[in-house]
């Protein structure tokens, strides 16, 4: 149980165009879902929270017109990162919590496998 | 702002060694702390998630311990094996967040 699939796993993008990201919970409802961003050697870093129905939360220092996060049921969020360019090219990773373990410390994140995006 | 460091970034062993992964945080106020296992171009595996107000984890040879007071953790793997080659991530989960902040990580290669 507990699977989170991304697709797909590998894009490459010319400068310019736009990229869409799909995040789903295979067995499991997931209220929030979270992006993360991985640069070469570097940790994951939380870009946005994504929440069902209502708009995402952004951290500090993302650009929200840039990466716009739809999370319009209950089982998929996307990722669409706008105007692609060069230092946007790294590795997304999404994270879904199970809509029945709710918000308290004891909840898991379950991770997807990611996606590698290289923008030429 | 919590800061997670893993010591060391990398690490090269013989097959059969008994190792330690070292994890440290800044803010003591966490939920849990995780760690996961990433594979070169892959995404997370979670390895044991240790709560609050757990002292350890353990999974098989894995073996997690967190001492908030110190702010400190580490994973011990014992008997290790090539196929335990991987990137190891440390992960601190927030008090009254869902956020994790994660560590570098600590790349760990296993010869045979």
Known sequence: GAVVSQHPSRVICKSGTSVKIECRSLDFQATTMFWYRQFPKQSLMLMATSNEGSKATYEQGVEKDKFLINHASLTLSTLTVTSAHPEDSSFYICSARDRGSGSGKYNEQFFGPGTRLTVL | ?112
Not at chain 2, 5 to 29: H, K, M, R, Y
Not at chain 2, 48 to 67: C, K, P
């Open chain 2, 1 to 112: 702002k919590q800061e997670v460091t893993q010591i060391p970034a990398a690490l090269s062993v013989p097959e059969g060694e008994n190792l330690v992964l070292n994890c440290s945080f800044t803010d003591s106020a966490i939920y849990n702390l995780q760690w996961f296992r990433q594979d070169p171009g892959k995404g997370l595996t979670s390895l044991l998630l240790i709560q609050s107000s757990q002292r350890e984890q353990t999974s098989g040879r894995l073996n997690a311990s967190l001492d908030k007071s110190s702010g400190r953790s580490t994973l011990y793997i014992a008997a290790s094996q090539p196929g335990d080659s991987a990137t190891y991530l440390c992960a601190a989960r927030q008090g009254g967040s869902e956020k994790l902040v994660f560590g570098k990580g600590t790349k760990l290669t296993v010869n045979p």
